[in-house]
């Protein structure tokens, strides 16, 4: 049996690089303070005197020519993994993101392919600025070509970030900022895998289904919990919540999803970000393509809202709370 260690998110992303570079010589780090640092939340700490400097590198404040230079090392045949301190920094570097990076494999009629990982903080909880704290996975999940991934838990970002470095194509791995020295969990020393594209079933339930991902997987956690230890029929002993962890933004599984909303008739999806045009917006499109008429009640989301990320302690008033998860998910299974 694998010995398991207790680690926050910060120490298993950690545990990831560094395996995961002692395994594959191509791996390299690139990014602002990632080398003498350890990195603005020291997720690369200690690596470079593991590695050294010619494959833990200091860049310059350049998000655009960070990436840039990453593509190339990519089609040249090392793995690059890439660090941009925020996820509103990367806006800076969008062009190389769509504009090449993710349409190579389509470009070259799959001669080439980018082996590239962009790791980067995301969301509010720690009252940071607002280019610190948004939320905008949709922006790469709506780009043909990359693949989007979002952690909950120190485990599952281990294995997830070993799937992502040694995928073919381009993956935006995006932390939530929040977790990532919230708790702790157990963590196999040994190597651990999550297939990218793969949501999982973190709870089995009867009536209702709850999708999430990232941070927003605890406040789900207690809204499930406290509704489960208040129901009013004990005898009960059956889980009436199913609770969907995405994982994998990019591509959706969506096989996942229909199937547990055929089975429970009733949904309810929980994110940080914004309202329109999002994650939830898209699970509800193909809900009502695919299984409209498995439906016993209307799909709800809870959301941030259309607006930036505001200040300090109001970024509490945006993002959903854990009553307002559990007033859904129970208006839901009364309908």
Not at 57 to 82: C, K, N, S, W, Y
């Amino acid at each position: 049996m694998s010995k398991m260690s207790k680690m926050n998110m910060i120490q298993s992303i950690n545990l990831a690089l560094d395996q995961e570079m002692q395994r594959d010589s191509k791996i390299i780090i690139m990014g602002e303070d990632v080398g003498v640092t350890g990195g603005v939340f020291r997720a690369t700490n200690n690596l470079i005197n593991k590695y050294s400097d010619k494959r833990v590198i200091d860049t310059p404040l350049a998000e655009a020519a960070i990436i840039g230079t990453a593509l190339g090392m990519a089609l040249a045949g090392l793995r690059p993994v890439v660090e941009i301190q925020f996820a509103g920094f990367s806006y800076v570097a969008f062009s190389q993101l769509e504009g090449h990076i993710s349409r190579y494999r389509w470009r070259t009629q799959g001669l080439y392919t980018v082996p590239l990982v962009v790791r980067m903080p995301y969301g509010a909880g720690v009252r940071a600025l607002e280019h610190h704290s948004e939320s905008r996975e949709a922006y790469f999940a709506h780009t043909p070509g990359l693949k989007v991934v979002i952690p909950s838990t120190p485990r599952n970002a281990r294995a997830l970030l070993v799937s992502a470095i040694r995928d073919p194509d381009p993956v935006i791995f995006m932390e939530p900022t929040k977790s990532y020295r919230a708790f702790k969990e157990e963590v196999p020393e040994t190597e651990e895998i999550i297939p990218i594209g793969k949501a999982q079933i973190i709870q089995q339930g009867e009536e209702i289904t709850v999708i999430s991902y990232g941070a927003m997987m605890r406040s789900v956690l207690k809204a499930a919990a406290e509704i489960e230890h208040n129901k009013q029929d004990k005898q009960n002993k059956k889980n009436s919540i199913e609770i969907i962890d995405l994982l994998t933004i990019s591509p959706l599984d969506i096989d996942t999803i229909c199937e547990s909303v055929k089975k429970t008739g009733r949904c309810v999806i929980v994110q940080e970000a914004p309202r329109s045009f999002s994650v939830a917006s898209e699970i509800i499109a193909t809900i009502n393509d695919k299984i409209l008429m498995h439906l016993k009640a209307p799909v709800k989301r809870i959301t941030g809202y259309d607006l930036p990320m505001p200040y300090f302690k109001r970024e509490e008033m945006y993002i959903p709370s854990i009553s307002q998860i559990s007033n859904a998910i129970e208006e839901t299974l009364k309908f």
